[in-house]
């Protein structure tokens, strides 16, 4: 998406149309810390038009600087193409298991992270900074983790929010639990899920399951006395719908952001269950993830509905606040 010869100002401004067509407001896009070290001024430059396009769908963006799902050697220049049949088959994380693993590369992970965050510090088209995506994210073998990785993980994660801190901005700052046990008790929260949770001015969450696991979720981090946004949710089979889960957040006053957009490249409307059986011949019973068809029709009619009318009440019930899906 970010590299000069595949950055596509024409589909990112159709596409958020569709988004902005529906009543969604936000959208929680990844960085990676390979463009900024090819050329920090020239991808800054395409992050800022990104954010002129989605300015003008009144759309604001949560940015993700690191990520610890998929494969762990990512590189630059032409990628290769999905595997058919099978969910997300060509995600890579940031930092690469190469950089993770060197010191030597810490001050360039630094400078990726306070030049971005800094370059973007007043820019209210951003929402927020998503410091690490899953960053205890075993990858359940869809790729070989090396050993130490948790470990390396632990270490970097308070420096990351740290980085983004000292570049002084205006945005909150947060990173999403998503496994585990009771998230209100300290006891049963892992390293990386303290260092999170202390360290985020806004709480987030991921939740695939119904709106009862959802719910009780989002008690969980009620203690804690921050706003809430969960963002990823979104999986038809397994009970996680626009139907069950938008009425639900609005009523619990926590923000959502779905995970999928338009059903395309990353294949993300095959469920999980791909990675071990590729759907080659027939396609998925149900979409797991995605809202929208390749050429702009909603995959339901009836999803899309539910989000305009919620999104709709919400403009009218606060006016210019954003309520997010």
Not at 38 to 65: C, K, P, S, W
Not at 75 to 91: A, D, E, F, T
Not at 191 to 207: G, K, M
Request: with cysteine.
């Amino acid at each position: 998406m970010w590299q000069a010869a595949t950055f596509d100002a024409a589909t990112i401004d159709r596409e958020l149309g569709w988004a902005a067509m529906i009543g969604m407001n936000a959208m929680r896009v990844y960085l990676h810390d390979l463009l900024w070290t090819a050329d920090a001024d020239a991808f800054l430059g395409r992050v800022r038009a990104y954010l002129d396009i989605a300015d003008t769908h009144r759309i604001r963006t949560m940015f993700v600087l690191f990520d610890s799902c998929w494969d762990p050697e990512p590189s630059l220049g032409p990628q290769p193409p999905p595997i058919p049949g099978v969910h997300n088959s060509r995600w890579v994380q940031s930092p690469g298991w190469s950089a993770l693993s060197d010191p030597a590369q810490t001050p360039r992970l630094r400078a990726y992270v306070e030049g971005v965050v800094g370059a973007l510090a007043k820019d209210q088209r951003v929402l927020a900074w998503d410091v690490w995506n899953e960053p205890d994210n075993a990858n359940m073998g869809r790729h070989v983790d090396p050993p130490g990785k948790g470990e390396r993980v632990v270490e970097l994660l308070p420096q990351a929010f740290s980085w983004a801190r000292t570049a002084g901005p205006s945005q909150p700052l947060t990173c999403a639990l998503w496994r585990g046990g009771d998230w209100s008790r300290s006891e049963e929260l892992s390293e990386i899920q303290r260092i999170a949770v202390a360290n985020s001015d806004v709480l987030t969450f991921h939740c695939y399951a119904g709106p009862e696991a959802f719910q009780a979720r989002v008690a969980q981090l009620d203690v804690y006395q921050r706003p809430i946004i969960c963002t990823e949710y979104l999986a038809r089979g397994a009970g996680s719908t626009f139907e069950s889960i938008v009425p639900l957040g609005r009523r619990l006053d926590v923000g959502l952001i779905n995970w999928g957009l338009v059903a395309g490249r990353s294949q993300t409307n095959l469920p999980w269950d791909s990675w071990r059986q590729p759907y080659i011949e027939e396609p998925p019973a149900v979409w797991h993830h995605d809202v929208f068809l390749p050429d702009g029709r909603p995959y339901r009619a009836a999803e899309a509905e539910v989000i305009k009318a919620h999104a709709l009440k919400q403009r009218t019930d606060a006016g210019d606040g954003y309520w997010l899906t």
